[in-house]
Antibody, heavy 121, light 108 residues
Framework: EVQLVESGGGLVQPGGSLRLSCAASGFTFSSYWMSWVRQAPGKGLEWVANIKQDGSEKYYVDSVKGRFTISRDNAKNSLYLQMNSLRAEDTAVYYCARDLYYGSGSPNDYWGQGTLVTVSS | EIVMTQSPATLSVSPGERATLSCRASQSVSSNLAWYQQKPGQAPRLLIY???TRATGIPARFSGSGSGTEFTLTISSLQSEDFAVYYC??????????FGQGTKLEIK
């Protein structure tokens, strides 16, 4: 059974940093592109970033470029999102998700339950 | 960036009836369109990809159609567990993938 479990969310002040983790199991993690998708409270879904199987390609939505970094450790079956210079508008539930396709735009066929990030003073 | 527009924002339908949800893209996305279902407090679930292919384990009452800029999700006979929010997503022009704002399907 495919499982994705996020952790690392919490309350952080504007300008602060946070690192999210996603532990994957039930599939060959190193064979899949992976994504982060977020959802602000009461709002819709926003794709944030994704990363190639070996970490050599990474893509971001414009609003987080230069502030967020996606990474992975295939030996630990883990996906990460380092978030720096956080803003109030980054407040959201952050989902880890598996990409269905390789090397292109892709829907996401499995999702974690999400971790809440709140940016507030 | 491609803008996805869903209509209506809220749809009220009785159990057992058919529901039709629409999604429009600001430019052609070919058939690179997915639909998701999200219930309160839960993660989204992939229903349809490639505009019309059901994801693993999705009941046959869910069907998708369309290409280019106009897409439809049809639920043929609504069950109680189908009342939720539905999102469309284009992945043709990436990055970024972009989602519609959602349609809330509620019990009439």
């Amino acid at each position: 059974e495919v499982q994705l479990v996020e952790s690392g969310g919490g309350l952080v002040q504007p300008g602060g940093s946070l690192r999210l983790s996603c532990a994957a199991s039930g599939f060959t993690f190193s064979s899949y592109w992976m994504s982060w998708v977020r959802q602000a409270p009461g709002k819709g879904l926003e794709w944030v970033a994704n990363i190639k199987q070996d970490g050599s390609e990474k893509y971001y939505v414009d609003s987080v470029k230069g502030r967020f970094t996606i990474s992975r450790d295939n030996a630990k079956n883990s996906l990460y999102l380092q978030m720096n210079s956080l803003r109030a508008e980054d407040t959201a539930v952050y989902y880890c998700a598996r990409d269905l396709y390789y090397g292109s735009g892709s829907p996401n066929d499995y999702w974690g339950q999400g971790t809440l990030v709140t940016v507030s003073s | 960036e491609i803008v996805m527009t869903q209509s209506p924002a809220t749809l009220s339908v009785s159990p057992g009836e058919r529901a039709t949800l629409s999604c429009r893209a600001s430019q052609s996305v070919s058939s690179n369109l997915a639909w998701y279902q999200q219930k309160p407090g839960q993660a989204p679930r992939l229903l349809i990809y490639g505009a019309s292919t059901r994801a693993t384990g999705i009941p046959a009452r869910f069907s998708g159609s369309g290409s280019g800029t106009e897409f439809t999700l049809t639920i043929s006979s609504l069950q109680s567990e189908d009342f939720a929010v539905y999102y469309c997503q284009q992945y043709n022009n990436w990055p970024p993938n972009t989602f519609g704002q959602g349609t809330k399907l509620e019990i009439k």
